[in-house]
């Protein structure tokens, strides 16, 4: 039965995964940006990020709320490690430099799925009890789960943490600047490869929060990223690429449009909608709705 | 000059023909029903590679979406063999023009999209394509569906004895493809792609028609592959999405021409006959797929690959640089 | 007769910008014609305009005694434009022989033919004993010489060159001005961008000098350079003159 009150407690939902899937896609986009390089294994870091904030709890029964922060850090360390022995190389690239900038990071992804496979076996998993899961709480008479509900806050505070941070600090002018224009960047002296290591870093940071948060209410398994990668890749298409703030908007419309989607079509068809948006910007915006570039 | 550039082709001809002939002579020799399969599976994904590396090796169009022409040529088949009688050579031949059809369908929003932002797209239309095959009762939704045994014989190209005639089946198919790679190399269209591939701006400025070429390459491309996906649908007698649409189809016609040298005439055979007997080996060692030791190969090679050989293996093989072109 | 190329009170705007404002200039059968000013002039713009990268804003373009304004590159270079890339534009992963046949693709449908017309360019070029290198192996005044080849494959009735001559060492710039002067004598109009005027005035048979993208002065190279006003655009731009 579609009433008020069931489509106004879907839109409510929708747009709090919706903050979540621009936190997840929020990285994707700075890498784009900043160097127009997609990452194809940030599934996949999510992924990993999920599997620590499980181990974590299971093993030293760290609440994944007070572990994100460690995930995150965790998390940054391997982005800017991925770039400094991976990506950089594979930029300087002389023949067919396209298909090795894909296919190094496409690759990356497929280890990193294989190694969760092996070493985590494909198990479902799950975070039993934490602080926040399975509680609910209720505003005006809408239900909204708590995990999700923290998960929107982290998200927003992150957007705006990222906000002040490249409109605040020299770090944050300087990554500006790369993508404006990566030559400037090294006339004012700044290490170019130091400036990607950090972005490398920061957007890994990012998904790590998001996967921390969502180890809480989501199985985790081996090729859990990919379906979230898809999102984040539909989320930037939307929000214009290499935007950071595309990506919270783009974000925001996904969740939206899934949660009507939801409403109206069976389970199993959920993702149509989404996908239908995407394919809707290709035809119409290939820079997405935000896109300036 | 013009002589050594006949007599390379001419050469590459007598290399595939004897190549063809070895592999042609092996089923009196290969008896076990494992290596057969193993054999068949190697030439299919030859072929299918083969057929990828139109499209994204010498057009430069990468495509990790494959699996979507994979699985329209082994559903159109099946579809129209289940449910209308139509015998699978016609099937295939459907199955194949369905696809090429929706290639370019699908290129006229998706070549306006350069580099990475076409790779997305690719993924996500191939995930589309599982979603809907997933919900599409007629053609049996998640439970897919199974091919009627109707006694061997080549008119309904169904052999349940023997796995010789499939194992023709896939070395024609492969060669078909390897031939038709071998054509189009020396026309106006692979000079196009590769000049596509190579600066699209120059290309246009030359009076290539960029657009076109691309959706040329598609057609062809997904073509050959449907005709792949309608041999595989006979050949294992049982379809379902994942079973045909799945993404590890676009991983495995990928694979073998980076691993041998995307956009080379060679690199798809090579690289699939290292890469499928390696992962039915690792299979047999490691017990099923879900074990991921497979893909932690796949993976690492791909990665080692790209940063150190982007030609692939084939270019290990070409003479010094300076004398010609990397085959 | 009419002229090859005509340009009618052409504009570009980019966003605020005015790169040409009411361009209108023409191109005689037969010319070697120079295009110059000092940076930022429009030149490249105008360049672009006519080779088809874009459409003009305002105004119209005539090639060949018919309206080409709206028509994309590969349309006209089907009708006769060939163009080289200031920044060049090699197939990287192509020997140079291949690189040719692409542009000789255009008039020859049959394989062998598009070949025997691109070794002929290469032979005419002086870049047949480099025909089977990679493009990527050329040097820098090799990989200038390889743009002209692959246009001239296209048999263009008009050669559009964008700052050929700028950056070679004198010898090679002397080999550049030779190939020019026989591109012309085989019955083909040159257009030509430069920024340094030094090397083009003694090729040219007239220049068209633009400025802040507008045309300053065209006439005969001796005239221009001595002209006022030109020497006055060009003053700003000490390096240029002095070169």
């Avoid at chain 3, 590969?74 to 006769?80: E, K, S």
Wanted: hydrophobic share 55%; glycine share 10%.
């Amino acid at each position: 039965m579609l009433t008020v009150e069931t489509i106004v407690q879907s839109l409510a939902s929708g747009l709090l995964m919706g903050l979540l899937y621009g936190l997840i896609a929020v990285g994707l986009a700075l890498i784009f940006g900043l160097m127009d390089v997609t990452n194809f294994a940030h599934g996949e870091f999510l992924m990993i990020a999920m599997y620590l904030s499980f181990f974590l709890f299971a093993f030293f029964a760290i609440d994944p709320l007070l572990s994100a922060p460690l995930v995150a850090a965790a998390l940054f360390v391997f982005g800017a490690v991925v770039y400094l022995l991976l990506v950089r190389f594979a930029m300087r690239a002389k023949a067919n430099a396209g298909m090795v900038q894909i296919f190094t990071t496409f690759g990356l992804a497929i280890v990193m799925r294989g190694l969760a496979q092996y070493f985590f076996t494909p198990d479902y998993r799950s975070i039993p009890q934490s602080w926040l899961g399975g509680k609910t709480v209720s505003i005006g008479g809408i239900f909204l789960p708590e995990p999700q509900l923290v998960g929107a806050l982290v998200s927003i505070a992150a957007f705006a943490g990222l906000y002040l941070f490249i409109h605040r600090t020299d770090f944050g002018r300087a990554l500006e600047a790369t993508r404006e224009d990566p030559g400037a960047v090294a006339l004012v002296g700044i290490d170019k490869n130091r400036v990607f290591a950090f972005g490398w870093g920061l957007g890994a940071a990012l998904v790590g929060l998001a996967g921390a948060i969502m180890a809480v209410f989501f199985y985790i398994y081996p090729d859990v990223g990919a379906s979230f990668a898809l999102i984040a890749y539909v989320t930037v298409a939307l929000g214009g690429f290499g935007s950071v703030f595309g990506a919270f908007a783009g974000g925001i419309i996904v969740g939206l449009v899934e949660a009507v989607t939801a409403l109206v079509l069976p389970p199993s068809l959920k993702s149509v909608g989404i996908y239908a948006v995407y394919l809707l910007v290709v035809f119409i915006r290939p820079r997405g709705l935000f896109g300036s570039m | 000059m013009d002589k050594n550039f006949a007599a390379r082709r001419r050469r590459d001809l007598i290399i595939a023909a004897v190549l063809a002939a070895i592999a042609a002579l092996t089923p009196l020799f290969v008896k076990d029903v494992v290596v057969q399969n193993v054999l068949i599976l190697t030439l299919m994904y030859a072929g299918l590679s083969q057929s990828w590396n139109i499209l994204s090796g010498y057009c430069g169009q990468i495509s990790l979406g494959h699996a979507l022409y994979f699985g329209l040529g082994a559903y159109t088949t099946e579809l129209l063999f289940t449910k209308f009688g139509v015998l699978p050579w016609f099937g295939m031949l459907a199955g194949g023009t369905v696809s090429a059809l929706i290639a370019m369908g699908l290129g006229y929003p998706f070549f306006r999209l350069r580099g990475h932002y076409f790779v997305i797209a690719t993924i996500v239309i191939a995930e589309i394509g599982l979603l809907l095959f997933h919900n599409w009762e007629w053609a049996g939704a998640a439970m897919g569906i199974t091919i009627p045994i109707r006694g061997d014989s080549w008119l309904k190209f169904q052999f349940a004895r023997s796995k010789v005639p499939y194992f023709y089946f896939a070395l024609v198919l492969c060669c078909i493809a390897w031939l038709v790679t071998w054509w189009l190399e020396d026309s106006k269209w692979g000079f196009w792609w590769r000049a596509v591939k190579d600066n699209p701006d120059a290309a246009e400025s030359l009076g290539v028609d960029v657009f076109n070429s691309k959706m040329g390459a598609a057609a062809v491309s997904a073509f050959l592959v449907a005709v792949g996906g309608s041999f595989y649908a006979q050949f294992v007698s049982y379809i379902d999405p994942e079973s045909v649409m799945g993404f590890q189809f676009s991983l495995l016609m990928a694979l073998p021409a980076v691993l041998g040298g995307i956009g080379t005439l060679w690199g798809p055979v090579l690289g699939a006959a290292i890469l499928i007997p390696l992962t039915e080996i690792t299979r047999f060692k490691f017990g099923g797929s879900g074990s991921g030791v497979d893909l932690i190969i796949y993976g690492t090679l791909i990665v080692l690959i790209s940063l150190a050989l982007p030609r692939g293996l084939v270019s290990l093989f070409s003479r010094p640089k300076k004398t010609g072109a990397t085959r | 007769m009419t002229a090859l190329l005509e340009t009618r009170g052409v504009w570009q705007r980019f966003g605020g910008l005015v790169a040409n404002s009411d361009v209108s200039i023409s191109v005689g059968r037969g010319e070697i014609v120079g295009l110059i000013g000092p940076n930022g002039a429009g030149k490249s713009t105008l360049f672009n305009l006519i080779a088809g990268v874009l459409p003009p804003t305002q105004g119209s373009i005539w090639f060949d005694g018919e309206d080409v304004t709206k028509m994309p590159a590969a349309a006209r270079c089907q009708r006769g434009v060939g163009r080289t890339f200031q920044v060049v534009k090699s197939f990287e992963t192509m020997t140079v022989i291949d690189n040719v046949i692409v542009g000789a693709l255009v008039r020859n449908t049959v394989m062998r033919e598009a070949r025997r017309k691109a070794h002929e360019v290469l032979e005419f070029t002086g870049l047949a004993a480099r025909a089977d290198v990679l493009a990527s192996d050329l040097v820098p005044a090799e990989k200038r010489r390889l743009e002209v080849a692959r246009a001239l494959a296209t048999e263009p009735k008009l050669l559009l060159l964008d700052e050929v001559l700028t950056g070679l060492t004198p010898t090679e710039a002397q080999t550049g001005v030779a190939l020019v002067r026989k591109v012309r004598d085989a019955g083909i109009t040159v257009l030509m961008v430069e920024h340094v005027m030094e090397i083009v005035m003694p090729l040219v048979d007239r220049a068209i000098v633009l400025d802040l993208g507008k045309v300053l002065v065209e006439g005969k190279p001796n005239d221009v350079v001595r002209d006022p006003k030109v020497i006055k655009a060009y003053l700003g731009d000490r390096h240029a003159v002095g070169a």
